[in-house]
T-cell receptor, first 108, second 115 residues
Framework: KNEVEQSPQNLTAQEGEFITINCSYS?????LHWLQQHPGGGIVSLFM???GKKKHGRLIATINIQEKHSSLHITASHPRDSAVYIC??????????FGEGTQLTVNP | GAGVSQSPSNKVTEKGKDVELRCDPI?????LYWYRQSLGQGLEFLIY????????KSGLPSDRFSAERTGGSVSTLTIQRTQQEDSAVYLC?????????????FGPGTRLTVT
């Protein structure tokens, strides 16, 4: 079993739909990261959180430490949101452990 | 300001040759990470530098891989006697601090192809 599991692996939505991507982890963490990787390969950090909820524009990230679960929500999705979304956890050591990623496609 | 830069952006090399990949982190970032992403695979941790502390090399896949960080800034990842399975995108990231508890800024990556 991977230490970080994401679901779904692939997600196709219509423009305007509300999207949720889930991440579960099995280890104690210092922080959880959500990353976005566009088709060109560049990676952008979206959120880093260790408790509660954060919001940037149409993106919302939540984390439940007790349940070892985080969700990334996208409201009013747009084709430009199409990308791979990656959950990663930082542990007491130095490394990040990554989920396999969720491929999101938003159709116009 | 300037982000994390990596060079070269693409590298094609013959099996058995050595390669050096370079990373310039954001100025003032004390932590520097190297990751690898093989085709169709997830991100894989390779090595981590934090200030003057000994690097965490626990992710390096073999002793053909090594990395150094000079003066707490620029880092080079060296792969000796490259193999075809080394073909991947090598990503560098830096952050204000370590322990995975700070947002990381990623470079554009170096795409390595071993023929």
């Amino acid at each position: 079993k991977n230490e970080v599991e994401q679901s779904p692996q692939n997600l196709t939505a219509q423009e305007g739909e509300f999207i949720t991507i889930n991440c579960s982890y099995s280890v104690g963490i210092s922080a959880l990261h959500w990353l976005q990787q566009h088709p060109g390969g560049g990676i952008v950090s979206l959120f880093m959180l260790s408790s509660g909820k954060k919001k940037h524009g149409r993106l919302i990230a939540t984390i439940n430490i007790q349940e070892k679960h985080s969700s990334l929500h996208i409201t009013a999705s747009h084709p430009r949101d199409s990308a791979v979304y990656i959950c990663a956890v930082g542990t007491s050591g130095s490394r990040l452990t990554f989920g396999e990623g969720t491929q999101l496609t938003v159709n116009p | 300001g300037a982000g994390v830069s990596q060079s070269p952006s693409n590298k094609v090399t013959e099996k058995g040759k050595d390669v050096e990949l370079r990373c310039d982190p954001i100025s003032g970032h004390t932590a520097l990470y190297w990751y690898r992403q093989s085709l169709g695979q997830g991100l894989e941790f390779l090595i981590y530098f934090q200030g003057n502390s000994a690097p965490d090399k626990s992710g390096l896949p073999s002793d053909r891989f090594s990395a150094e960080r000079t003066g707490g800034s620029v880092s080079t990842l060296t792969i000796q006697r490259t193999q075809q399975e080394d073909s991947a995108v090598y990503l560098c990231a830096s952050s204000l601090g370590g322990q995975g508890a700070y947002e990381q800024d990623f470079g554009p990556g170096t795409r390595l192809t071993v023929t």
